[in-house]
């Protein structure tokens, strides 16, 4: 009788509100402010004594691009994450943090470090710092070759609009993309 889809847990288990502002300074220099809050609800119906996995979390990103000179840029990038979750019995409540720089010029070459940390002491990973550097080199408009050093924690990562799962890893590793 309702044409509206359900706000059961169990049939639409991803909620989130995203509100982003971004503004640009007589230089040139672009800042972005963002702030998000994530529900996710996993139902769990194997006994009436176990509870739903609830994992609910605030994030707050910061970017700010400048010019340096007519051919490169600066970016700086700041993600902040508050999160509660009720399986993680260690602690329920911790955060994670990036911290990310970017030195690019245009329109080939990119040279990137990033640092993250969590406060979760059970991170599958069983570390609480990750620290990676990246150069990239764009070969025409279409193809991107990255070699990236260090470790990196894993999870969601997206690219030119293309989001895909990455496996934590440490060491080296070069990949090619394609956009065609």
């Keep these: ?3 509206l889809p359900s706000t059961s847990h169990a049939l639409s288990p991803y909620r989130e509100l995203f509100v982003e502002g971004e503004h640009t300074f007589d230089g040139g220099q672009i800042l972005r402010l963002a702030v998000a809050q ?14 739903d996995h609830i994992t609910k979390s605030t994030v ?4 700010f691009l400048t010019l340096i000179g007519e051919t490169s ?11 509660h979750d009720n399986y ?4 329920m409540k911790f955060s994670n943090t990036l911290l990310a720089a970017t030195v690019a010029r245009s329109p080939d070459i990119t040279v990137t470090g990033r640092i993250e940390f969590t406060s979760n002491p059970l991170d599958l990973s069983g570390r609480k710092t990750w620290f990676a550097g990246e150069l990239g ?3 025409g408009g279409s193809h991107t070759m990255v070699l990236t050093f260090g470790q990196e924690r894993g999870g969601q990562v997206c690219m030119n609009g293309v989001c895909r799962y990455v496996q934590p890893f440490s060491g080296v590793r070069f990949f090619v993309q394609s956009i065609i």
Excluded: M
């Design 1 to 3: 009788s309702s044409f």
């Design 38 to 51: 994530r529900e996710f609800v996993q139902a769990v119906r194997l006994s009436a004594t176990v509870n």
């Design 60 to 63: 707050l990103p910061v970017n």
């Design 73 to 83: 840029s600066l970016q700086l990038q700041v993600e902040h994450e508050w999160v």
């Design 88 to 91: 993680n019995t260690g602690k």
């Design 137 to 139: 080199y764009r070969i």
